[in-house]
């Protein structure tokens, strides 16, 4: 009894079951989207507003930085008995 999906219905098609074998592949398509995303902005704000944007979220991911290593650091901080939190 039990046993898993492929004790069921077998390997799927064209997977080899060996996980390594397309390593290389996401990051090739992610670049590739990044690319396209960066083209297709280009053309729709247009050169002039493209350093603006870059600026804006520059800052945006500056912040996320910022609050996700004050979280980190007041999840380490150790709390005494007197600590009203």
Not at 1 to 19: D, I, Q, V
Not at 58 to 73: H, N, T, W
Not at 76 to 83: A, F, N, Q, R
Request: aromatic share 4%; charged share 25%; glycine share 14%.
């Amino acid at each position: 009894m039990g046993g898993g999906c492929r004790e069921r219905f077998g390997a799927l098609p064209g997977h080899s079951g060996y996980r390594g074998t397309r390593s290389t592949i996401p990051a090739m398509d992610l670049l590739v989207v990044l690319i396209v995303l960066l083209i297709l902005a280009l053309i729709w704000r247009g050169p002039k507003t493209l350093p603006q944007l870059g600026n804006m979220f520059g800052r945006g991911v500056r912040a996320a930085r910022e609050e996700a290593d004050r979280m980190r650091a007041d999840k380490d901080t150790p709390k005494g008995p007197d600590d009203p939190s």
